[in-house]
């Protein structure tokens, strides 16, 4: 494997974690943010992972009911406060990438200033995709380049998407097989696997596995061997 592995993933699966044990929606995000926690922790150390990206709240998300969108604005940033001097311990840079504007001042807040706490960690970085949609983030990044007069280049548009950097491992959880607005630019070559595993249930042996499977892939880009 390369030393600059980029591993992304839909952490799909919280709600019915929670409802198959008759718990309510809300404990499965609760359960399912420890599961970041121990897999950043497995990539911090894994010398391999440059960059771990996570999709946590999409643009599609907002349409979920009022009291599930409050309770992940509250988890995400009692997660963020708890997190920081672990992430400054393990030397994880934090880098979110989405429309964060949509969020209350307060998170805002707490997103920036962990993300310039961790500004100087040159481990591995963590990306949470916060009011995400690949979609939006390919209309923003058009737009902020439109006014050049030169014609768009993949370049250009490649560097002024929030994620600049291409996904070698694509993992979603929960049984779907879809990419939900997630990182399409980015995985344009993207290794795709997905598992039934609900993301509460995502353990560190199966992203193991992954990486075993994935050093087995001959990747050729188009070319031949
Ligand atoms: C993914 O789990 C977490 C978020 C989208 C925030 P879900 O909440 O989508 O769980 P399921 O897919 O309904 O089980
Ligand atoms: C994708 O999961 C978004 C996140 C994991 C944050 P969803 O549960 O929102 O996706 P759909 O609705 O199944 O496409
Ligand atoms: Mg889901």
Redesign the pocket.
């Known amino acids: 494997m390369n030393t600059e592995t980029h591993i992304a993933i839909i952490m ?5 974690w929670a409802e198959l044990q008759g718990k309510k929606r809300v404990k499965g995000h609760e359960a399912g943010a420890k599961v970041v926690k121990e897999i950043t922790t497995y990539c911090s150390n894994n010398k391999d992972i440059e960059r771990l990206t996570l999709y946590a709240f999409s643009t599609e998300n907002w349409k979920r009911p009022r009291l599930e969108v409050e309770f992940l604005m509250k988890l995400l940033e009692q997660y963020l406060k708890n997190e920081l001097p672990v992430y400054l311990q393990n030397n994880v840079r934090f880098e979110p990438i989405g429309d964060i504007r949509a969020f209350s001042k307060s998170l805002q807040k707490t997103i920036k200033d962990v993300q310039e706490k961790t500004a100087h960690c040159d481990g591995l970085v963590q990306s949470l995709a916060l009011n995400y949609g690949s979609q939006n983030e390919i209309l923003r990044a058009v737009n902020k380049i439109k006014n050049d007069e030169d014609d768009i280049t993949e370049a250009m548009l490649s560097n002024a998407l929030d994620c600049k950097h291409d996904v070698d491992i694509l993992i979603r959880t ?1 049984g ?1 097989h879809r990419l ?1 607005n997630f990182l399409l630019w980015q995985s344009a070559y993207a290794e795709l696997f997905f598992c039934d595993t609900l993301w509460p249930d995502f353990t560190t042996n199966e992203l193991e596995k992954i990486l075993k499977d994935f050093k087995k892939i001959e990747r050729r880009f188009g070319g031949l061997k």
């Open positions: 799909d699966g919280n709600g019915r929960g779907d939900s």
